[in-house]
């Protein structure tokens, strides 16, 4: 069910890395505890984090969550598509990428969970 080309968080973000850059989005579990996405608030172009920052927050008709920087690094590109439509993270949480980040250290990936540990902790 969850993408093995990806490592995820406890906090629920998913993290694809190639090379020095990563695309960050929330995974099918967390976009199916929100219910219907109605808004999301990212950062913009430029703007740094460390591990664990609060770089956003979406919102649903049933709450208001925090995203999360599963890694340090600074913002290369935002997802402005859902800004228009936000529901798009409902449709597809693992292709509704929200940012792009240049990482500090692509190395430090001992925290992030593979796949298959991500699924026995939401199981």
């Known amino acids: 069910m969850y993408p093995n080309d990806r490592q995820y968080t406890a906090d629920h973000e998913w993290i694809a890395i190639s090379g020095t850059t990563a695309r960050i989005g929330i995974t099918d579990y967390a976009q ?11 950062p913009d172009v430029g703007q740094v984090y460390e591990a ?4 956003g927050s979406i919102e649903s008709v049933k709450a208001v969550s925090d995203l999360f920087c599963p890694m340090a690094g600074r913002v290369v590109e935002v997802n402005a598509a859902l800004t228009d439509r936000p529901e798009t993270v409902n449709e597809g949480a693992h292709e509704a990428w929200m940012l792009v ?4 250290d692509p190395s ?9 540990a991500y699924t026995a902790l939401v199981s």
């Open 32 to 42: 199916d505890q929100l219910g219907d996405v109605v808004f999301v608030d990212l």
């Open 108 to 116: 430090a990936t001992s925290h992030l969970l593979d796949a298959a």
């Open 52 to 55: 664990g920052a609060q770089f």
């Open 101 to 104: 980040i240049e990482l500090t």
